[in-house]
């Protein structure tokens, strides 16, 4: 209990924003090489990192996560989240969280015991939801998910549908405005490591928003499993004066259903066509999202097949994506027929 400071109210916008630390939280893509200097001279207390492929294990003063998705045509990079206020840490067992202000990043592993992905998923969300209450930050704004062997079948279903249906078990029964509330969120496979969760929570709700070109996926029918997916394809987040919007994992869905099977090229227009009419809807929402504002943007784009690099990345050309950083990595996604998968966070500032 009591992990969450406590900021004394004031009347005054301008003492508040002094008393009361601005939860912005700042993501970078840094070359591994580079990421020890990048610490040193960033002027920002890291939150946590994330590296890729087969960088070092550094020892470092926020959580380290490491996942096995191998890095595309660069070199290893970290994906580096940060805010410009101290930053406290909490560890208890698997789980792990940093905080500053009124934001909390946190990271979970689970191996694999009795009951199959289906419980671990169960377990996790449950102790990661139990933290959040506990902690003042009860409203979850992002979450990723990876394990491995994401399309394999293991005890009569395919393990993504297994993983569904434990964190969908535990969301429904303890996240409050269930299944509205969801955060945005990304499912994919990786080519070893235990479970691993990591999201960012808020002691204030952010928006949810959805894709006028797809349903919900928690409103998904049954044909995808006997859980629907959970979660909502972006979240808007505001805090003093920067507005952001997390973009959960887009594929090449309309509808639910799954378009241009074994072509490449044709679901990476499909995801950037999706993404565009999902920034369309944000914007409309938050109108401090325009063009003319000019959001800094960064975009991870999963690749299942490393050969299909050379195909998708001309593709990827839409002006909201030329003028951000971008990411290849390869992961395995979460419908077998699925090539391609791209997610991102916008910042307005
Ligand atoms: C889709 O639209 C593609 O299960 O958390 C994308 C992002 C997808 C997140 C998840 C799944 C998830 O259904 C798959």
Same mark, same amino acid.
């Given at each position: 209990?009591?992990i969450r400071?406590?900021?004394?109210?004031?009347?005054?916008?301008?003492?508040?924003?002094?008393?009361?630390?601005?939860?912005?939280?700042?993501?970078?893509?840094?070359?591994?090489?580079?990421?020890?200097?990048?610490?040193?001279?960033?002027?920002?207390?890291?939150l946590a990192?994330?590296?890729?492929?087969?960088?070092?294990?550094?020892?470092?003063?926020c959580p380290?996560i490491?996942?096995?998705?191998?890095?595309?045509?660069? =070199? !290893?990079?970290?994906?580096?989240w940060?805010? !410009?206020?101290?930053v406290r840490l909490h560890k208890d067992g698997d789980l792990s969280a940093a905080i500053s202000? !009124?934001l909390l990043f946190g990271y979970i592993?689970?191996?694999?015991? !009795?009951?199959?992905?289906?419980?671990? %998923?169960?377990?996790?969300?449950?102790q990661l939801?139990r933290l959040l209450?506990e902690s003042g930050f009860?409203?979850?704004?992002?979450?990723?998910?990876?394990?491995?062997?994401?399309?394999?079948?293991?005890?009569?279903?395919?393990?993504?549908?297994?993983?569904? $249906?434990?964190?969908?078990? @535990?969301?429904?029964?303890? /996240?409050?405005?269930?299944?509205?509330?969801?955060?945005?969120?990304?499912?994919?496979?990786?080519?070893?490591?235990?479970?691993?969760i990591y999201f960012l929570a808020g002691?204030?709700?952010?928006?949810?928003?959805?894709?006028?070109?797809? #349903?919900? @996926?928690? *409103?998904?029918?049954?044909?995808?499993?006997?859980?629907?997916?959970?979660?909502?394809?972006?979240?808007?987040?505001?805090? *003093?004066?920067?507005?952001?919007?997390? #973009?959960?994992?887009? %594929?090449?869905?309309?509808?639910?259903?799954?378009?241009?099977?074994?072509?490449? *090229?044709?679901?990476? /227009?499909?995801?950037?066509?999706?993404?565009?009419?999902?920034?369309?809807?944000?914007?409309?929402?938050?109108?401090?999202?325009?063009?003319?504002?000019?959001?800094?943007?960064?975009?991870?784009?999963?690749?299942?097949? =490393?050969?299909?690099?050379?195909?998708?990345?001309?593709?990827?050309?839409?002006?909201?994506? /030329?003028?951000?950083?971008?990411?290849?990595?390869?992961?395995?996604?979460?419908?077998?027929?699925?090539?391609?998968?791209?997610?991102?966070? $916008?910042?307005? *500032?």
């Amino acid at each position: 209990m009591g992990i969450r400071h406590r900021h004394s109210s004031s009347s005054s916008a301008s003492a508040q924003r002094v008393l009361d630390p601005a939860s912005q939280v700042k993501l970078a893509y840094v070359e591994s090489a580079d990421l020890t200097r990048w610490l040193a001279t960033s002027g920002t207390s890291p939150l946590a990192v994330v590296s890729f492929g087969s960088s070092p294990t550094l020892s470092l003063p926020c959580p380290v996560i490491q996942l096995d998705l191998p890095v595309l045509g660069c =070199p !290893d990079q970290c994906e580096v989240w940060s805010c !410009d206020h101290p930053v406290r840490l909490h560890k208890d067992g698997d789980l792990s969280a940093a905080i500053s202000g !009124d934001l909390l990043f946190g990271y979970i592993t689970a191996v694999e015991a !009795d009951g199959g992905l289906n419980r671990t %998923a169960y377990r996790a969300y449950q102790q990661l939801l139990r933290l959040l209450h506990e902690s003042g930050f009860p409203h979850l704004w992002r979450i990723w998910n990876y394990f491995p062997q994401i399309n394999e079948e293991q005890h009569g279903l395919e393990r993504y549908r297994s993983f569904c $249906m434990g964190r969908h078990e @535990a969301l429904a029964g303890m /996240l409050p405005g269930f299944p509205a509330s969801l955060p945005a969120g990304t499912a994919v496979g990786t080519q070893s490591g235990p479970l691993q969760i990591y999201f960012l929570a808020g002691a204030h709700p952010g928006r949810p928003i959805g894709n006028p070109r797809q #349903i919900n @996926a928690y *409103d998904y029918p049954k044909i995808y499993g006997p859980r629907s997916p959970s979660f909502a394809r972006a979240t808007l987040c505001r805090s *003093d004066g920067t507005t952001q919007l997390f #973009i959960s994992g887009t %594929a090449s869905v309309v509808g639910h259903q799954s378009q241009h099977e074994g072509l490449a *090229d044709m679901q990476a /227009l499909e995801t950037v066509e999706n993404l565009r009419a999902l920034i369309e809807r944000a914007q409309c929402t938050a109108h401090c999202l325009d063009q003319e504002t000019k959001p800094q943007s960064v975009f991870k784009v999963y690749v299942r097949n =490393p050969k299909h690099l050379e195909t998708v990345r001309p593709i990827l050309r839409a002006p909201f994506l /030329l003028s951000s950083q971008l990411l290849y990595l390869q992961g395995d996604l979460c419908r077998k027929e699925l090539l391609v998968e791209i997610e991102g966070l $916008m910042t307005t *500032d």
